[in-house]
């Protein structure tokens, strides 16, 4: 007890009041409030407390003088009324405070418990939920794609010219809207942890030539240009490849969408750091501004300063780049110079081990 | 000629799939979800069977199973069509015993290609 617990608990039992109210209450019940107090706090007692009070001879020898039965030295000797003075602040700061304390603290943890499995279950209704739409979405956008495809194939002395404008516009407006479903569909698909990981040993040179084979035909319009320093130490990684080539094609891809009009250089970096892998690939494109650096890895955070803003995008790429990279134990980071170019850069592990 | 059964539940989709079939040369017919599936396939003999996944009722799997348990259809090619189209549906799909599989929206040439594989074949 410290000094200010002792000093009021020794006030409250100087009042005459109370210490009368507490003899008669104690004399006609003592007994029986010590023995409610002893069965009500029993669960908490340890083995050895509860063997040593509820037992026959405990029970007789020392209970049977606070019963009105009760010899008059064991009177004296264990005076309820002194015994419960004493016992009361005990029971108080040994037994029921410390419970009451267990039982907010067990209350605590079961609220968290509890809010905890409520988001979660909030984020899977939420992905349960972007997956079938998706789904309908495809669905529904098989005929519009479908039919205006077929159209596209009638030959022309069957559709005049607006016409065939029209359904072209259809058909590319439709596929944008494809991949935007496709990029929802990834990025739910992250989320509920639903990908799985393939390892397979691959050569990061190689991969990096295919990667930006297909896109040369892009860059070419762009008159974007490749440079390459791959360093020679960095072949071989395990891990999986096509999720190596989503996360590097989307950087690749982004590099040539923000490469100026008049051409640019996309310079893809290796080195190899420890046990990672670091890939960085450098355009020499329109840039970030440093307000929206921290927007670039958000969901649903479009960058929109007028430069940047170009129609064929989900702005779900660098999103789901960043979610596939960290699957893998890796991070990715971006550096930029407004109007100068960015630098895209992740790291992977050499060899992909599962979390436990 | 080569007889397909197409099942889909989308009366659209149904339409435009029947439509590039036919302007294929195959001989058509449709299914509106797995249990006529089932029942045009008991009566009728398909050459080629095109299923989509989700449907009303019986699913595609389900219904891709009770064709395949039929005597006459042990050896005819199911290809599945469907909207799953997320990493891994098309592995989970071709493991349940699908002969092939195609994602909505259908990628056309893509496709036909994949008839063209079992067009020699049956």
């Known amino acids: 007890m410290t000094k200010s617990q002792r000093s009021f608990m020794q006030l409250v039992l100087d009042t005459a009041f109370v210490r009368f109210v507490l003899l008669i209450i104690l004399t006609i019940f003592g007994a029986e409030i010590l023995i409610m107090a002893l069965t009500y706090f029993r669960s908490s007692?340890?083995?050895w407390l509860d063997n040593?009070?509820?037992?026959?001879i405990f029970l007789v020898f020392f209970l049977s003088p606070f019963t009105d039965s009760g010899s008059e030295?064991?009177?004296v000797v264990f005076n309820p009324t002194l015994f419960a003075i004493f016992l009361l602040p005990v029971v108080y700061l040994f037994l029921f405070r410390p419970w009451v304390e267990r039982?907010?603290?067990?209350?605590?943890?079961e609220d968290m418990r509890i809010e905890k499995e409520r988001i979660e279950y909030a984020h899977k209704i939420k992905n349960q939920f972007i997956a079938n739409m998706s789904h309908e979405l495809r669905t529904h956008l098989n005929s519009i794609i479908g039919f205006s495809e077929l159209m596209k194939e009638k030959r022309t002395d069957e559709l005049n010219s607006k016409q065939s404008t029209y359904v072209n516009n259809i058909y590319s407006s439709a596929n944008m809207l494809l991949a935007i479903i496709s990029d929802l569909l990834d990025l739910s698909k992250i989320q509920t942890g639903k990908?799985?990981?393939v390892v397979e040993k691959i050569s990061v040179p190689e991969t990096i030539n295919e990667n930006i084979d297909l896109i040369q035909e892009k860059a070419a319009k762009k008159n974007v240009l490749f440079k390459k320093d791959l360093d020679p130490a960095l072949e071989q990684i395990e891990a999986d490849k096509?999720?190596?080539n989503q996360i590097f094609f989307n950087l690749l891809d982004n590099a040539v969408k923000f490469s100026k009009d008049t051409g640019g250089i996309v310079t893809v970096t290796t080195k190899k750091e420890d046990d990672m892998a670091k890939i960085s690939v450098r355009d020499t494109g329109v840039g970030i501004r440093e307000e929206d650096m921290t927007k670039l890895f958000s969901e649903f955070l479009h960058i929109e300063s007028g430069l940047n803003r170009k129609p064929d995008g989900t702005g779900l790429g660098l999103v789901i780049s960043k979610n596939l990279v960290e699957m893998c134990g890796g991070n990715i980071r971006a550096q930029s110079e407004f109007g100068e170019g960015s630098t895209f850069t992740f790291l992977i592990p050499l060899k992909f081990e599962k979390k436990a | 000629m080569t007889k397909i059964l197409v099942v889909e539940d989308i009366p659209l989709n149904m339409e435009f799939l029947l439509e590039i079939l036919k302007l294929q040369g195959f001989d058509v017919d449709g299914a509106k979800d797995g249990e006529e599936a089932i029942q045009k396939a008991e009566k009728g003999i398909y050459d080629l069977i095109i299923m989509d996944i989700a449907l009303p009722g019986i699913d595609g799997f389900e219904a891709f199973k009770i064709i395949k348990s039929m005597p006459s259809y042990k050896i005819v090619p199911v290809i599945a069509l469907t909207a799953y189209a997320m990493t891994g549906d098309r592995e989970r799909i071709l493991k349940a015993g699908f002969d092939a599989y195609a994602s909505k929206p259908l990628d056309v040439p893509a496709f036909l290609k994949i008839l063209e594989k079992y067009k020699g074949k049956v």
């Open chain 1, 45 to 47: 007692f340890p083995t």
């Open chain 1, 52 to 56: 040593l009070i509820f037992n026959p």
């Open chain 1, 73 to 75: 030295l064991s009177f």
């Open chain 1, 103 to 109: 039982e907010a603290q067990r209350k605590k943890a």
């Open chain 1, 195 to 197: 990908v799985e990981i």
């Open chain 1, 242 to 244: 096509q999720i190596f």
